[in-house]
């Protein structure tokens, strides 16, 4: 997930673009900033597309951060059946991501992938916000609201991560030996023994066909060892 010092960044700079945004539609006058953003030049559009590509980007990163984390995090709430854990694939784009988290009951990874996809469209709506002669007032007041709430939606999707208890994750899950530092000295590795020469399918469908669920968290391994990671619980679940 992003650093909770990118997080906060994000909502310093969300602010002050509502707060620019609000400023700008809410008062007139001949001043240096409404002349700047009435200019009819091409330099307060491309600015303001150039943030919205940018806020674009952000929400790119914090959805597949999420979606990396998803699987550990409902591990860490509750033990899960492996076809919503460790058979789990990333999302590649919002939109599937969005369907798979609507499956799994990840309601804030649903929320997230829904505002990732509306964020393709703030460079367009930014872009239209500086009033020139060619649109109608109709266009500029539609696209200006339009920013505004999805921009506030956004502010509270990201402070709302603040609100969830994520867990403790010592190793970098986005890299193998993050991935692999998870699962070492686990126990269920001695259940999969001989299913890496099977094809997908088939050992996805063995693995299904254990009925085990997983759990992740602090847990002590075969060598005796306590680690932080992922294991099968005790018990066949019917």
């Not at 091409?42 to 999420?66: A, D, E, H, N, Q």
């Not at 916000?129 to 200006?144: A, D, E, G």
């Not at 509270?156 to 994520?166: E, N, Q, R, Y």
């Not at 997908?200 to 060892?225: L, P, S």
Request: proline fraction near 4%; charged fraction near 15%; charge should be neutral.
């Amino acid at each position: 997930m992003l650093s909770i010092l990118g997080r906060l960044l994000y909502i310093l700079l969300t602010c002050g673009l509502l707060a620019v945004i609000l400023y700008y539609n809410n008062t007139g006058g001949d001043t240096p900033f409404e002349r700047f953003m009435d200019n009819q030049g091409f330099g307060v559009r491309f600015l303001f597309t150039t943030v919205g590509i940018g806020i674009t980007f952000f929400w790119g990163s914090f959805f597949t951060s999420i979606a990396i984390v998803s699987p550990y995090h409902l591990l860490s709430v509750s033990p899960q059946y492996a076809r919503n854990s460790i058979l789990l694939s990333p999302p590649s784009n919002a939109l599937t991501g969005f369907f798979s988290a609507i499956r799994r009951r990840h309601f804030f990874m649903a929320v997230v992938a829904l505002t990732s996809l509306l964020s393709e469209f703030m460079p367009i709506l930014l872009n239209n916000i500086p009033f020139r002669i060619t649109q109608t007032y109709v266009t500029h007041l539609v696209c200006t609201w339009l920013a505004v709430g999805i921009l506030s939606v956004m502010l509270l999707v990201v402070l709302a991560s603040f609100l969830i208890k994520w867990p403790h994750m010592p190793a970098d899950i986005s890299t193998i030996a993050g991935s692999i530092y998870y699962v070492f000295d686990s126990g269920m590795l001695w259940s999969f023994e001989g299913l890496g020469s099977l094809r997908q399918e088939e050992r996805d469908w063995r693995i299904k066909e254990m009925g085990m669920r997983y759990a992740f968290g602090e847990m002590t391994g075969v060598t005796g060892t306590h680690r932080i990671g992922v294991d099968a619980v005790e018990g066949r679940m019917p």
